[in-house]
């Protein structure tokens, strides 16, 4: 049973930080890559941050490239996202992707964690 589990989300005051957790089971984890993206009630989901497979190859949305940084850990079938200089835009949904166009291929995910950036 493929499961993500997203967990670290809450509340934090604007300037804050944050660090999501995403547990991976039921799947192949060190061959897939892994997301973060983000979703406001009634806009469309919108794709945050990805890490390949091997850790060593990461991508951002450019609104986030200087603040939030995406890592794995193969050995625990984790990956992070850890939020700095929070904004009240931030204020969304946050869902862990996994992902892989390797034979039958696969694209799972998380139940969503809600981050909330407010004073």
């Known amino acids: 049973q493929v499961q993500l589990v997203e967990s670290g989300g809450g509340l934090v005051e604007p300037g804050g930080s944050l660090k999501l957790s995403c547990a991976a089971s039921g799947f192949t984890f060190i061959g897939a890559a892994m997301r973060w993206y983000r979703q406001v009630t009634g806009k469309e989901r919108e794709f945050l941050a990805s890490i390949g497979s091997d850790s060593g190859s990461t991508m951002y949305k450019d609104f986030v490239k200087s603040r939030f940084i995406i890592s794995r850990d193969n050995a625990k079938n984790m990956v992070y996202l850890q939020m700095n200089s929070l904004k009240p835009e931030d204020t969304a949904v946050y869902y862990c992707?996994?992902?892989?166009?390797?034979?039958?291929?696969?694209?799972?995910w998380g139940q969503g964690t809600q981050v909330t950036v407010s004073s």
């Open positions: 992707n996994a992902y892989s166009a390797i034979g039958k291929g696969f694209d799972y």
